[in-house]
């Protein structure tokens, strides 16, 4: 088991600039969550999805933020255009239906 | 509306010395209690977890948490601290059954000295 992987682990990009940061969960999981933490702000959820159909996006700052799961074991989350106080670590975790939850090593984003 | 509290941004102990990470939680019904574990630049290590079974939890690394349900907390302890234990640690919430968000709290970091 890989564990929940996600890609890139850096990207630094430019304002304005599109940025897709990208997760594939366990195998089997059936909820997968995007966190984002600052120092500002520590952990905050963005959104998360049970069986590939998006729960709760109640967390996304704002409509430059967009997240999709195409099938089981694909997620990306998007940000169009992207800000310098977007800047954090972006983390990806999944879960089956009735155990704990495994966090990706996260993507770290600078936007300068 | 769930939310956790963790009482201390910063706990710093000697090696050796019990270690006591606060965490006060708030749900409107019988939460799941979760406790992790951040090394720097690394992602989330769960330590242990409390889904309303036995009240005391152990977990790994000689951690454990009592769930006291009269005091709506959740602490974590460690008789003896270790150099390798200086991490930040995270407390967090989730309702219980399958289809639930984990809330976090914001973290305390401790720092273990010889």
């Known amino acids: 088991d890989a564990g929940v992987i996600q890609s890139p682990r850096h990207e630094v990009t430019e304002m304005g600039q599109e940025v897709t940061l990208r997760c594939k969960p366990i195998?089997?999981?059936?909820?997968l969550f995007w966190y984002r933490q600052t120092m500002m702000r520590g952990l905050e959820l963005l959104i998360y999805?049970?069986?590939?159909?998006?729960?709760?996006d109640s967390g996304m700052p704002e409509d430059r933020f967009s997240a999709k799961m195409p099938n089981a074991s694909f997620s990306t989350l998007k940000i169009q255009p992207s800000e310098p106080r977007d800047s954090a670590v972006y983390f990806c975790?999944?879960?089956?239906?009735?155990?704990?939850?495994?966090f990706g090593s996260g993507t770290r984003l600078t936007v300068v | 509306a769930q939310s956790v509290t963790q009482l201390g941004s910063h706990v710093s102990v000697s090696e050796g010395a019990l270690v006591l990470l606060r965490c006060n939680y708030s749900?409107?019904?019988?939460?799941?209690l979760f406790w992790y574990v951040q090394y720097p630049n690394q992602g989330l290590q769960l330590l242990l977890k409390?889904?309303?079974?036995?009240?005391l939890v152990k977990g790994i690394n000689g951690f454990e948490a009592e769930f006291k349900k009269s005091e709506t907390s959740f602490h974590l302890t460690k008789p003896s601290a270790h150099m390798s234990d200086a991490a930040e640690y995270f407390c967090?919430?989730?309702?219980?059954?399958?289809?639930?968000?984990?809330?976090f709290g914001a973290g305390t970091r401790l720092a273990v000295h010889p």
């Open positions: 409390y889904t309303s079974a036995a009240t």
């Open positions: 195998s089997g999981h059936n909820s």
């Open positions: 975790a999944s879960r089956p239906l009735d155990g704990g939850y495994t």
């Open positions: 999805f049970n069986n590939n159909v998006p729960i709760d």
């Open positions: 749900s409107s019904v019988p939460p799941y």
């Open positions: 967090a919430v989730s309702e219980p059954g399958g289809y639930n968000k984990l809330i």
